[in-house]
C-alpha cells in the first residue's frame, strides 16, 4: 500500500468573512454618497416635516408638561403657530371638548389648511336655519376660549348636505351655507372678542363633503360648520385690512326714485 503524506495547510482564517462585509460597506457607502451628490434638498419642505413629527410625537394624548409652555410662548411673541405647534393645539381643543362632554358635536383634526375643528350642524342649528340654537354658544364658547390669543388667521367654513333648499331666504346651499359661517363670524367677535380682520367666513353649499351623502347618518356629518385655524403659511398669505377711521364710514339712504336727491 502506497502511503501519502498529508499536506498541512496551517491554521485555518475564521475571520475571512470581514473581507466581503468591508467590501459591502465600501459599496453601500459610495451608493450613498452618489445619491446625496445628485438629490437637492428643499430646506422648507425638512424643516416642515420635522415640525410635524415634532408635534406628534411630543403632542400624544394631550399637552405633556412643558410643551404648553412653548405653545404660550409662540403666542406671547404675536407669531402666527405652525403646523407642528397647532398639533398641540389640537390636542387642548380635544381636551377641552371631553372636559365640556361635547366630544359627539366637536371634533378637531388637522390637515394641509391646519387645525380644523368640526361642529355638527345639531350643535348650533337646526335644520334649514341660519339662527343659532340654545346648544350653540356653549359650543362655540368651547372652541373660542380654547382657540383664543393665537396670531393665525381664522376661517369659519358652512356645508351641507346634498338636499336642495329652496325658500325666500336661501334659494340654495351657497346662502344657507354662506349665512351659517357669518353667524358664527359675528359671534366669535361679538361675543368672544376676536378681531375682526382675523376671521373670515365662507359657505361651500354640498360640495365639500367628508363622506358621501348615502345614509342620513352620513348627510348629518355633512352638515356642519368647520372652523379652521390656518397655518402659518396661509395665515401670511390672507389678504391684510385697511385702517378703518371714522372718516371712512359714509352713510348711504337706500336708492328711491320718486324722492330728490339733495345736491
Given at each position: 500500500m502506497v502511503r501519502r503524506n498529508r499536506i498541512d495547510d496551517g491554521p485555518s482564517n475564521h475571520e475571512r468573512w470581514l473581507l466581503t462585509y468591508a467590501d459591502l460597506i465600501t459599496l453601500l457607502l459610495a451608493f450613498f454618497i452618489v445619491l446625496y451628490s445628485i438629490s437637492r434638498i428643499d430646506a422648507k419642505k425638512f424643516d416642515n416635516v420635522t415640525e410635524a413629527l415634532q408635534g406628534v410625537l411630543g403632542g400624544g394624548s394631550g399637552i405633556i408638561p412643558g410643551r404648553e409652555a412653548i405653545v404660550r410662548s409662540d403666542w406671547s411673541k404675536g407669531g402666527p403657530l405652525k403646523i407642528g405647534n397647532l398639533r398641540?393645539?389640537?390636542?387642548?381643543?380635544?381636551?377641552?371638548?371631553?372636559?365640556?362632554?361635547?366630544?359627539?358635536?366637536?371634533?378637531?383634526?388637522?390637515?394641509?389648511?391646519?387645525?380644523?375643528?368640526?361642529?355638527?350642524?345639531?350643535?348650533?342649528?337646526?335644520?334649514?336655519?341660519?339662527?343659532?340654537?340654545?346648544?350653540?354658544?356653549p359650543a362655540l364658547s368651547v372652541v373660542a376660549k380654547s382657540l383664543k390669543g393665537l396670531a393665525n388667521s381664522l376661517r369659519i367654513e358652512g356645508h351641507t348636505d346634498s338636499r336642495p333648499i329652496n325658500t325666500a331666504r336661501f334659494p340654495s346651499n351657497w346662502?344657507?351655507?354662506?349665512?351659517?359661517?357669518?353667524?358664527?363670524?359675528?359671534?366669535?367677535?361679538?361675543?368672544?372678542?376676536?378681531?375682526?380682520?382675523?376671521?373670515?367666513?365662507?359657505?361651500?353649499?354640498?360640495?365639500?363633503?367628508?363622506?358621501?351623502?348615502d345614509t342620513p347618518e352620513n348627510m348629518a356629518k355633512n352638515r356642519r360648520v368647520d372652523i379652521v385655524v390656518l397655518s402659518t403659511e396661509l395665515s401670511m398669505s390672507e389678504p391684510a385690512g385697511m385702517p378703518y377711521t371714522f372718516s371712512d364710514s359714509i352713510n348711504i339712504a337706500p336708492r328711491n326714485e320718486n324722492v330728490p336727491v339733495s345736491p
Open positions: 398641540l393645539m389640537q390636542s387642548r381643543v380635544q381636551q377641552a371638548v371631553v372636559a365640556a362632554g361635547m366630544q359627539d358635536d366637536i371634533t378637531p383634526i388637522i390637515d394641509e389648511r391646519g387645525l380644523v375643528v368640526h361642529v355638527t350642524e345639531s350643535a348650533l342649528f337646526d335644520e334649514g336655519s341660519a339662527e343659532l340654537n340654545a346648544r350653540a354658544r346662502e344657507l351655507s354662506t349665512a351659517r359661517a357669518a353667524t358664527v363670524v359675528r359671534l366669535f367677535v361679538e361675543e368672544q372678542g376676536w378681531e375682526p380682520d382675523q376671521i373670515s367666513a365662507m359657505g361651500y353649499g354640498e360640495f365639500r363633503p367628508i363622506v358621501t351623502n
